[in-house]
């Protein structure tokens, strides 16, 4: 068999969705069986992702790579296409990081496991799936078939308000699903030929209105999932009620394909309306980083505090996409990826918290540094990545969409002023109620009454070793990124340039630096 020839992707995301498929007949009922099936066929397809990559993948390569395209309902021009680029390579991989970390956290769950495992693993492979496939309809496909397990993870496993937070989700994510499907239809009807390849579809000269139109049909969609305010409010609902796993695979993988998407369809098929729409990203950006961080602030349940800060930090994403500069691009995949990380950190750490003190009310906490003195170190030094501390993933990310940002020459100097000091105004708003919150938590004297009701025993070895197995990356990347930003340079670079030229005053100034140079005396003459 030629190893190059082998269809690499298609396998990484049937092969999860396959496995679960044999869970219902697995003979077992306490579920310890179900969850170390689980946890192995994780780990095979996340060795398979890296080998894929390791031995297919050139970085170098801009374009989509270990492509593989086969008919699949011919009558309709569907197609089961998929390949991968410096936009979905970074996420493919992290979905398979954190998804068997997730897979790990759910150790403790005995409430009808084998169909929680079968809900996490038809996941792994859809997830996977919106970040490789290439075709429209199939992508619509995907993103609606990946609601489905957080549905049902949230409306059973969930908290005291699980229904509602489960049939919020449900109705602003499928709401906005139907814009997918009217932009992916009138694009592939578009013209004379009928296609839904993305790479066709890209190739297709839309006419400037057409483009806004699609552009805000997509826009509406990604919002939703990003999440962008005031479409958002179905995140801390669903985070208030969901469990350590959920909450690691919400914040660290579902986020991200709102910001991958916004990428991949708006920015790369649609530039010349990416243009127009651009300065309207970089608002609403400023305002997601602002007000989450301010109403994150005022948040007495730990859960919706750090579901809030989440969606601050997604505003870097939309500045960097809408910078026009490869710094600023490249430091909004960076913080995409560095997000997933350290959100997958926090919300697993805040679970373990939860499972020892029983309440999520910060004014019923204090003190429990004295009894889990590990769980307070991990707590700590996750909140400092978060903060965006040096020498971690985060502060990387954001430093390179701010510079990114300050200094694009598509906006006027009045605008970046603006932006750049709210951006600042957001990042000094992080620190103080991230370490606001680990004081009220960790610091001061204990609340006897918890005490004396909980048995407040510290973090056990499974759970120091995924937030290790989370440190690593993020530490890793905050000292070298290179480590990240040499996977996906190539692509985002391409982006850019292709992005500029559809801005008329960026184009101009390269048509007229390019006359200079080809006008210009060469030396010795």
């Not at 068997?100 to 809900?119: D, G, N, Q, R």
């Not at 990545?385 to 020498?391: E, I, N, Q, V, W």
Request: contains cysteine; aromatic residues 12%.
């Amino acid at each position: 068999m030629n190893i190059a020839n082998f269809p690499w992707l298609t396998t990484i995301i049937l092969f999860p969705i396959a496995a679960s498929l044999l869970l219902p007949v697995i003979p077992d009922k306490e579920g310890k069986t179900v969850r170390w099936y689980s946890l192995i066929v994780g780990l095979i397809d996340f060795a398979l992702i890296v080998y894929a990559f390791y031995t297919g993948y050139d970085f170098s390569n801009p374009d989509l790579q270990l492509v593989e395209s086969y008919p699949w309902v011919p009558q309709m021009g569907l197609n089961w296409s998929v390949g991968a680029d410096g936009l979905s390579m970074p996420l493919i991989i992290l979905t398979g990081f954190i998804t068997t970390l997730a897979i790990l956290a759910a150790w403790p769950v005995t409430f009808k496991p084998k169909l929680f495992y079968f809900l996490i693993l038809a996941m792994y492979g859809g997830q996977i799936a919106v970040f490789a496939v290439q075709d429209m309809l199939l992508f619509f496909l995907v993103w609606e078939l990946e609601l489905v397990p957080i549905y049902f993870l949230l409306s059973i496993w969930g908290g005291k308000r699980r229904q509602y937070a489960a049939t919020k989700f449900i109705l602003y994510t499928a709401g906005g699903s139907l814009f997918i499907l009217l932009s992916a239809l009138t694009m592939g009807f578009y013209g004379d030929t009928v296609t839904f390849d993305m790479r066709a579809i890209a190739l297709k000269d839309f006419a400037l209105n057409f483009q806004l139109a699609l552009y805000a049909g997509f826009l509406i969609a990604y919002a939703v999932k990003l999440p962008i305010i005031p479409l958002h409010t179905w995140l801390p609902d669903a985070h208030g009620e969901a469990t350590a796993p959920v909450h690691m695979l919400l914040a660290g993988i579902l986020l991200k394909m709102g910001g991958y998407a916004l990428i991949r369809m708006n920015a790369q098929m649609l530039p010349d309306a990416h243009a127009y729409f651009a300065p309207v990203l970089v608002v609403l950006g400023v305002v997601n980083i602002i007000y989450a961080a301010l109403t994150s602030f005022a948040q007495r349940n730990l859960k919706r505090k750090i579901a809030y800060s989440s969606i601050s930090h997604m505003g870097f994403v939309m500045i960097g996409i809408a910078s026009f500069t490869d710094l600023g691009l490249s430091g909004a995949v960076l913080q995409m990826v560095s997000h997933g990380l350290i959100g997958a950190s926090l919300f697993f750490l805040v679970g373990a918290t939860y499972d020892r003190t029983h309440t999520l009310m910060l004014d019923e906490m204090g003190g429990v540094a004295k009894r889990m003195p590990k769980i307070f170190a991990m707590f700590t030094t996750c909140s400092m990545a978060s903060l965006a501390l040096p020498g971690m993933s985060g502060f990387v990310a954001e430093l390179m969409v701010f510079v990114g940002f300050a200094t694009s020459d598509a906006y006027s100097s009045t605008f970046k002023v603006i932006v750049v000091f709210l951006m600042a105004v957001g990042v000094i708003l992080t620190p103080i109620y991230l370490l606001s919150m680990l004081r009220e938590i960790f610091y001061g004297e204990e609340n006897k009454e918890l005490v004396s009701h909980q048995a407040l025993i510290d973090a056990e070895p499974r759970e120091v070793f995924i937030i290790a197995c989370l440190l690593i990356p993020i530490i890793g990347i905050g000292f070298y990124p290179k480590l990240l930003t040499q996977m996906y340079d190539a692509t985002t670079v391409q982006l850019t340039a292709r992005l500029r030229d559809s801005v008329p005053t960026l184009a101009q100034q390269k048509e007229e630096t390019l006359k200079v140079s080809l006008s210009a005396p060469e030396i010795g003459n």
